[in-house]
């Protein structure tokens, strides 16, 4: 498609899915053939000298099939290896025209195709999906003017102010190399003893240390573009930008000990539930919002733009709805679509622009060049997930797995043997051109002062966190640092938390055995000429609000059950009337019921028909539930005798869970738990009561009177 060309991306039309349909083969009703495209009489036996003699080095067939296999991995991404892609699109609501000139944030006829993929940042690519860590959020956007990439976090802030840092970072979280544990798992040694000595990374760790870090769902997190971009308009002026994506499946976590246990019982948990929802017709959409400070307020805030490790609270500066993603279409091929994809921050569109923030800026190096080793040559934005819809044209050729075939005799610009082709484009044609920005500056290896506040912004995300909240974080931290063995490393951290919240230290501190002591906290990067190190040390800056309500998910619960998992426990003799309407009526709700039963195959209800099971308890968990639910019938008297049926329940209320029966299935709820009369457990068998519980999501005050389970 030529570049400019708009009426593909309307009226419903999606170029992108078009473009991918000619790279797209389905061997329905096809002969097996080899990669030359020869049919094959045999792939089961290899060519042999006799029945039973030595194979042949001349058989092809085999050599080739099995080439093909040695060959078949490409490096894991060095980070965000793991992780789950999906097809969507974006609809603008209203025309951002006063502040930045990108097509597809101004014409609201357009569907633009996009691409997201979501991931743990530690993890292997066969890690658990449930690891405590921040999760990627990156989208790809293939508009008219080529590919945008918002390469995002589902936590607003990050660990490092420069990028400098980021091999450390990264060093210090991956297993360590000598003895390459722990998995996908920040509790260990290295990661916080380089944190201890990072008070800048304290902002980004309250975050992985709340539920944030363990979402229920991919569908249920929040994104962050993090750095501050610009936007800019058809005047050439420039407004600052951060973006935002908001899920319309409310936003919630896991508990901790469920997390760890959805770990054995099923690490593609998310995985799983993000291609379930999208192979159900139960698209999940998140709402694009903005944050906007004019140019001339950019030194308005007590924190820096530039700071990466800052956020910009919405209660200062409101968040702006002006578009919805929705993710539509699973990918038919993982390796092709979600493995080869590659993403970029510096993948722009006339209308976006950079900030100087100094770990931004340097990962505009980092991507394209780890996609050269990962993908094997320059040549990787002809792969199909890559390719943009305007047609690639320049001067670029050959490299390895060119495809592409350019004609003529010119590669080279300017040139007249070519008719001066490929044309530059001016700014009215679309071309990309640059902020000019006035830059009047002594080159410096050096960090601004204005980036060393680094306790105020995560003192304010603690405070403004619910009881529930802040105990998790609590117990993360006691968790985390527990599992570390260098004791100063504890202490270190344990130190910092006393810059921030001293009522934070001191549990923590309690629960590690230390006293949290006030200390002169670490100064990174080179030290001043005069020796004066003062100016260098962390400090806990002024915020002009005390609490941020928008920090907390507390409120952020969905108003609907759809999408989530309710497990009926029945037997043999389960009332026929009690099962079947509720199932019913929950799935009118676009709840997803699973029957589960001591063994599989068929129960027989109380009317003597035959239902079929989903999971037994051998192959089923509470964990992978939200709530459960027990129809009566003599079928509970089968169950109250059933260990793992009682664990079932018990489980599922330590972590909080809704649990209902009706009246005649409570037996089993009073043998499972200690005390039935507690919020989020209904025996009425009233559907608006377990509708209700369910949308509440968690009873997290159970968590003050634990149950064993
Ligand atoms: Fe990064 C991948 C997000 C800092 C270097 N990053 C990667 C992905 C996401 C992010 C979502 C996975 C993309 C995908 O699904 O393929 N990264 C971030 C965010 C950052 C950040 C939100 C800070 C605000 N990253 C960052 C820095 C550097 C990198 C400072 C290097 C200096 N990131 C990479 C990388 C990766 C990557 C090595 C690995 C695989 C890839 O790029 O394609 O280049």
Known sequence: MKIDEKEPFENGANPKKEQLGQFTTDNQGEFLTTD????????????????????????????????????????????????????????????????????????????????????????????????????????????????????????????????????DLIHAVKPEPDREFPQAASAHDTFWDFISLMPESMHHIFWTMSDRAIPRSLRMMEGFGIHTFRFINEEGASHFVKFHWKPLQGVQGLAWDEAQRISGKDSDFHRKDLWEAIDSGQFPEWELGVQIVAQEDEHKHPF????????????????????????????????????????????????????????????????????????????????????????????????????????????????????????????????????????????????????????????????????????????????????????????????????????????????????????????????????????????????????AASLSMADKLPNNIKTRKIAFLVADGVEDDAFSKMKLELENLDAMVMIIAPKQGFVKTSDGNEQPIDESFLTAASVVFDAVYIPGGESVETLVQNADAIHFVAEAFKHCKPVASNSNGKKLLEKALTNTKVDGVSTTGKLEDIVADIKKCRFWEREENPIPA
């Open 36 to 167: 030359q495209g020869l049919k094959i009489n045999d792939d089961q036996n290899s060519l042999k000298s006799g029945p039973r003699g030595a194979t042949l080095l001349e058989d092809f067939i085999l050599r080739e099939k099995i080439t093909h296999f040695d060959h078949e991995r490409i490096p894991e991404r060095i980070v965000h290896a793991r992780g789950s892609g999906a097809h969507g699109v974006f609809e603008l609501y209203k025309p951002m025209g006063k502040y930045t000139k990108a097509k597809f944030l101004n014409e609201t006829t357009i569907k633009t195709p996009v691409f997201a993929r979501f991931s743990t940042v530690a993890g292997s690519k066969g890690s658990t999906d449930v690891a405590r860590d921040t999760r990627g959020f990156a989208v790809k956007f293939y508009t008219q003017e080529g590919n945008y990439d918002l390469v995002g976090n589902n936590m607003p802030v990050f660990f490092i102010q420069d990028a400098v840092k980021f091999p």
């Open 304 to 547: 820096d733009l530039l700071d990466p490790t800052k956020l910009i609270p919405e209660e200062m500066v409101p968040v702006e709805i002006i578009g919805k993603m929705t993710l539509n279409r699973n990918p038919d091929n993982f390796f092709a679509e979600t493995e080869q994809v590659a993403f970029h921050p510096g993948h722009l569109v006339p209308g976006i622009d950079f900030s100087n923030d100094p770990l931004l800026q340097g990962r505009l190096f980092s991507y394209t060049d780890t996609q050269i080793s990962r993908l094997g040559g320059p040549n990787f934005h002809e792969i199909p997930i890559n390719k943009s819809i305007p047609e690639v044209t320049n001067n670029q050729r050959q490299g390895i797995h060119r495809t592409q075939i350019n004609t003529g005799r010119v590669s080279y610009h300017p040139n007249t043997l070519g008719g001066g082709c490929p044309f530059q484009a001016g700014k009215m044609e679309g071309g990309f051109t640059s902020f000019e920005e006035r830059i009047d500056a002594t080159k410096i290896r050096a960090r601004s002062e204005s980036f060393f506040d680094h306790f105020s912004q995560p003192a304010l995300f603690y405070n403004s966190m619910t009881s529930h909240e802040k105990r998790h974080i609590q117990n993360a931290f006691s968790f985390e640092l527990g599992k570390v063995k260098t004791v100063p490393i504890r202490q270190r951290v344990v130190n910092m938390l006393l810059e921030i919240d001293e009522s934070l230290a001191k549990i923590v501190g309690g629960n590690l055995g230390l006293i949290p002591a006030k200390l002169p906290q670490p100064i990174t990067g080179s030290i001043p000429a005069d020796g004066n190190l003062e100016e260098f040390h962390s400090f806990k800056g002024e915020l002009p609000i005390e609490e």
